[in-house]
């Protein structure tokens, strides 16, 4: 266990930067075929609906399935050795994406990717949790939390030049291999930290339903697991659609949109991410209510940045070498900094109030409502609006589908409202002397009441 005044040891970083790495090698994987929808639609004869049936719905089914089982096997057994093995079995199952011979066939495959993937994401959280002390906790979950913004860096941006350069299938097999090598190194050079023990260690063990409902009850928890849910269906429909959107409505190629895309986009989500951490540290420690108002603060302003973005129409803001800018696409480089800042302090709340050894399980809820709500319903959602608005407006209808999906986001914004003056009285009643200090002994009660 790290107390709070314990000094890090460069370990714990080092246990940090391949978490981190193995969290940007996830999203790559994950939001790689976003680029690559045009020439799989092309080959294999898709419709929108059927691509976002492929990217949402198939992917967030088994992810969900498999998150809370390998959430409770990393308490059990260790956080390392499953998101080692995790690592490892998605990056074959995406490497093996690139030699399919059918739509069904990638499908599966991609399904395999989705329950690998459903062994990492918590279990990691909880690490990060067991190898800083709170005080350092929320900057070491912000640099975590940098995984989804690099990974769209990486799997779009240069997933767009790798498609244009070498075809679909080829770019599946490099983006694949790393993590298998990442994977390896996890498991034989990292050394497992000692998990805490909390009051519930060592009664009977309750079942996986049971554990997620009790834990649910936990005053908040509910709120901010549905903040991630609601929040993430836009997430996952603009990552999703927006490289075809710019390719549809812009007449822009893969590489030039996916350019846009991953290294403006996500360049601006990475800034983000790296701000919110650093304001929602200094704001909540003067009101705990912060850990979660920054969230609310950042999804408000996202909302009318991405609408413009979408309404914008066609047109050159300035030439970035060979690069037609869209002007529309300066209000998405700031949809990029606001949209990511609910991620962060969410799961960074989520650590402060949740038994400890129930962490890996607990945080598992959050991101299964993130995939199953997010990854299964974005994509398709915004597939299905588009095929219906095709008829009356043609090309331009996933404009307006995008712009209807975007509008989703006051759904998390009301969950928020709810959820900040509970996470504010759970964290005053239990320190109020010291509101920010969060969680080295409420952590180790099994519900805040």
Do not use: N
């Amino acid at each position: 266990m790290v107390k709070d005044t314990d000094k890090v040891a460069g370990k714990a970083h080092y246990a940090l930067i391949l978490l981190t790495i193995i969290y940007i090698l996830s999203y790559i994987d994950r939001l790689v075929i976003s680029v690559l929808i045009e020439p799989i639609k092309a080959e294999f004869g898709a419709s929108d609906t059927m691509i976002g049936l492929l990217t949402g719905v198939a992917f967030a089914i088994f992810y969900t399935g498999f998150g809370l089982p390998l959430g409770r096997l990393s308490d059990r057994i260790g956080r390392k050795t499953v998101i080692a093995a995790a690592c490892i079995v998605w990056s074959i199952f995406t490497m093996f994406s690139g030699i399919v011979s059918s739509f069904l066939m990638l499908v599966i495959l991609r399904i395999g990717v989705a329950v690998g993937e459903a062994g990492a994401s918590a279990p990691s959280v909880a690490m990060i949790s067991e190898l800083y002390p709170p005080r350092l906790r929320a900057r070491a979950l912000a640099i975590f939390g940098l995984g989804p913004a690099l990974g769209a860096v990486l799997g779009i941006g240069f997933g767009g030049v790798l498609a244009e350069l070498y075809g679909w299938r080829t770019t599946f097999i490099i983006v694949g291999a790393p993590g298998i090598l990442v994977g390896l190194v996890l498991a034989f050079t990292v050394k497992t930290p000692k998990q805490r023990v909390s009051a519930t260690q060592g009664l009977p063990e309750a079942g996986m339903l049971r554990t997620a409902l009790t834990l649910l009850k936990i005053p908040s928890i509910w709120q901010i697991v549905a903040t991630g849910g609601a929040a993430a269906i836009t997430g996952y429909a603009i990552q999703m659609w927006t490289p075809s959107f710019m390719i549809r409505s812009h007449q822009m190629t893969i590489q030039e949109a996916g350019m846009l895309m991953g290294i403006g986009g996500g360049g601006l989500s990475v800034l983000g991410t790296l701000v919110c951490g650093y304001v929602t540290d200094k704001m909540a420690s003067k009101d705990p209510g912060w850990q979660l108002g920054t969230a609310l603060l950042g999804t408000a302003l996202s909302i009318p940045l991405a609408v413009t973005f979408y309404l914008w129409p066609a047109g050159t803001a300035f030439m970035l070498g060979s690069l037609a800018v869209p002007t529309g696409f300066l209000f998405y480089m700031g949809f990029a900094f606001f949209g990511v800042w609910w991620t962060v302090p969410c799961f960074s709340a989520m650590t402060r109030i949740l038994p400890t050894d129930k962490l890996a399980q607990g945080t598992a809820l959050f991101f299964m409502s993130v995939t199953l709500l997010g990854a299964g319903l974005g994509p398709v959602f915004a597939g299905i609006v588009s095929d219906l608005l095709h008829s009356m407006i043609g090309p331009e209808a996933l404009r307006y589908s995008l712009v209807v999906t975007t509008c989703l986001l006051l759904v998390p914004c009301i969950f928020l409202l709810k959820a900040i003056p509970k996470y504010r009285k759970q964290m005053l009643d239990h320190h109020p002397a010291r509101p920010h200090t969060t969680v080295a002994h409420a952590a180790t009660k099994p519900a805040i009441s």
